[in-house]
Protein backbone atom coordinates (compact mmCIF):
# COMPACT_ATOMS: atom_id res chain seq x y z
CA UNK A 1 0.00 0.00 0.00
CA UNK A 2 2.20 2.88 -1.15
CA UNK A 3 -0.61 4.83 -2.29
CA UNK A 4 -0.72 8.52 -1.14
CA UNK A 5 -4.64 8.60 -0.06
CA UNK A 6 -3.50 12.61 0.84
CA UNK A 7 -2.81 13.43 -3.00
CA UNK A 8 -4.46 14.32 -5.71
CA UNK A 9 -6.85 11.95 -7.34
CA UNK A 10 -5.27 10.19 -10.96
CA UNK A 11 -7.20 9.55 -13.92
CA UNK A 12 -6.33 7.20 -16.82
CA UNK A 13 -6.60 9.46 -20.13
CA UNK A 14 -6.01 6.37 -21.77
CA UNK A 15 -8.30 6.12 -25.24
CA UNK A 16 -8.32 2.44 -25.03
CA UNK A 17 -6.69 -0.17 -22.73
CA UNK A 18 -4.47 -1.10 -26.30
CA UNK A 19 -2.96 1.96 -26.80
CA UNK A 20 -0.06 1.24 -24.22
CA UNK A 21 1.42 -1.16 -27.20
CA UNK A 22 3.78 0.35 -29.96
CA UNK A 23 2.70 -0.26 -33.56
CA UNK A 24 3.78 0.76 -36.97
CA UNK A 25 1.65 2.60 -39.08
CA UNK A 26 0.50 0.30 -41.39
CA UNK A 27 0.33 3.30 -44.14
CA UNK A 28 3.66 3.77 -44.08
CA UNK A 29 4.64 -0.03 -44.09
CA UNK A 30 2.33 -0.21 -47.22
CA UNK A 31 4.27 2.59 -48.66
CA UNK A 32 7.61 0.85 -47.67
CA UNK A 33 5.85 -2.27 -49.48
CA UNK A 34 6.44 -0.56 -53.03
CA UNK A 35 10.38 -0.44 -52.36
CA UNK A 36 10.84 -3.79 -50.16
CA UNK A 37 7.91 -6.06 -51.83
CA UNK A 38 4.88 -6.96 -49.80
CA UNK A 39 6.81 -9.23 -47.88
CA UNK A 40 8.33 -6.39 -45.96
CA UNK A 41 4.81 -5.00 -45.88
CA UNK A 42 3.02 -8.46 -44.29
CA UNK A 43 5.73 -9.38 -42.03
CA UNK A 44 4.80 -5.76 -40.34
CA UNK A 45 1.19 -6.08 -40.57
CA UNK A 46 1.06 -9.58 -38.65
CA UNK A 47 3.76 -8.04 -35.78
CA UNK A 48 0.87 -5.49 -35.28
CA UNK A 49 -1.78 -7.90 -35.11
CA UNK A 50 -0.01 -9.66 -32.54
CA UNK A 51 1.14 -7.16 -30.88
CA UNK A 52 -2.49 -6.14 -30.78
CA UNK A 53 -3.24 -10.03 -29.53
CA UNK A 54 -5.43 -10.65 -32.66
CA UNK A 55 -4.94 -13.69 -33.04
CA UNK A 56 -7.47 -14.43 -35.66
CA UNK A 57 -6.23 -11.53 -37.98
CA UNK A 58 -2.16 -12.17 -36.97
CA UNK A 59 -3.36 -16.11 -38.44
CA UNK A 60 -4.27 -14.35 -41.56
CA UNK A 61 -1.51 -12.37 -41.91
CA UNK A 62 0.91 -14.51 -41.36
CA UNK A 63 -0.74 -16.14 -44.63
CA UNK A 64 -0.11 -13.09 -46.44
CA UNK A 65 3.73 -13.23 -45.51
CA UNK A 66 3.90 -16.82 -47.36
CA UNK A 67 1.88 -15.71 -50.36
CA UNK A 68 4.19 -12.42 -50.59
CA UNK A 69 7.39 -14.79 -50.82
CA UNK A 70 5.90 -17.11 -53.51
CA UNK A 71 4.03 -13.95 -55.41
CA UNK A 72 7.46 -12.20 -55.11
CA UNK A 73 9.32 -15.15 -57.02
CA UNK A 74 6.60 -15.07 -59.35
CA UNK A 75 6.68 -11.48 -59.84
CA UNK A 76 10.48 -11.82 -61.01
CA UNK A 77 9.60 -13.68 -63.71
CA UNK A 78 6.27 -12.04 -65.04
CA UNK A 79 6.50 -8.21 -63.77
CA UNK A 80 2.86 -7.58 -64.10
CA UNK A 81 2.21 -10.06 -61.63
CA UNK A 82 3.95 -7.80 -58.81
CA UNK A 83 1.67 -5.27 -59.37
CA UNK A 84 -1.17 -6.79 -59.44
CA UNK A 85 0.03 -8.77 -56.66
CA UNK A 86 0.62 -5.56 -54.29
CA UNK A 87 -3.11 -4.28 -54.97
CA UNK A 88 -4.24 -6.96 -54.27
CA UNK A 89 -2.51 -7.58 -51.17
CA UNK A 90 -3.00 -3.80 -50.05
CA UNK A 91 -6.96 -3.85 -50.36
CA UNK A 92 -7.18 -7.52 -48.65
CA UNK A 93 -4.64 -7.06 -45.47
CA UNK A 94 -3.31 -3.88 -45.48
CA UNK A 95 -5.92 -1.91 -45.87
CA UNK A 96 -8.27 -3.58 -43.58
CA UNK A 97 -5.43 -2.84 -40.59
CA UNK A 98 -5.48 0.86 -41.37
CA UNK A 99 -9.15 0.69 -41.26
CA UNK A 100 -9.12 -0.47 -37.77
CA UNK A 101 -6.34 0.91 -36.46
CA UNK A 102 -8.89 4.63 -37.72
CA UNK A 103 -11.65 2.82 -36.14
CA UNK A 104 -10.27 1.49 -32.36
CA UNK A 105 -7.68 4.28 -32.06
CA UNK A 106 -8.42 7.18 -33.79
CA UNK A 107 -5.24 7.25 -35.26
CA UNK A 108 -4.06 7.97 -32.03
CA UNK A 109 -1.30 5.34 -30.89
CA UNK A 110 2.60 4.78 -29.98
CA UNK A 111 4.44 4.39 -32.89
CA UNK A 112 7.10 1.88 -33.58
CA UNK A 113 10.90 3.49 -34.59
CA UNK A 114 10.95 2.39 -38.54
CA UNK A 115 14.88 2.07 -38.08
CA UNK A 116 15.30 -1.26 -37.43
CA UNK A 117 12.58 -2.85 -39.95
CA UNK A 118 14.18 -0.37 -42.94
CA UNK A 119 17.77 -1.24 -41.98
CA UNK A 120 16.82 -5.14 -42.15
CA UNK A 121 14.93 -4.25 -45.52
CA UNK A 122 17.61 -2.47 -46.55
CA UNK A 123 20.97 -4.68 -45.89
CA UNK A 124 18.59 -7.32 -47.61
CA UNK A 125 17.83 -5.50 -50.92
CA UNK A 126 21.72 -4.79 -51.05
CA UNK A 127 22.64 -8.01 -50.74
CA UNK A 128 20.20 -8.94 -53.31
CA UNK A 129 21.51 -6.29 -55.32
CA UNK A 130 25.25 -7.71 -54.54
CA UNK A 131 24.54 -10.98 -55.50
CA UNK A 132 22.81 -10.01 -58.80
CA UNK A 133 25.94 -7.78 -59.68
CA UNK A 134 28.07 -10.62 -58.61
CA UNK A 135 26.21 -13.45 -60.81
CA UNK A 136 26.32 -11.10 -63.58
CA UNK A 137 29.89 -10.19 -63.63
CA UNK A 138 30.51 -13.86 -63.04
CA UNK A 139 28.89 -15.09 -66.21
CA UNK A 140 29.96 -12.72 -68.30
Known sequence: MNENVYGAPESNLNLSESTDVQLW?????????????????????YKNWESIGDVEQADKAKKWIYISVIMSVVSAVVGVVGIVYICT????????????????????????????PLLIAFSIWLSIVIAIVALSLASA
Not at 31 to 43: D, E
Open 25 to 45: NPDAAGAWSLLFTPIFGSILV
Open 89 to 116: WYFMSQKKQTTYFKNEYGGKYARKSWKK
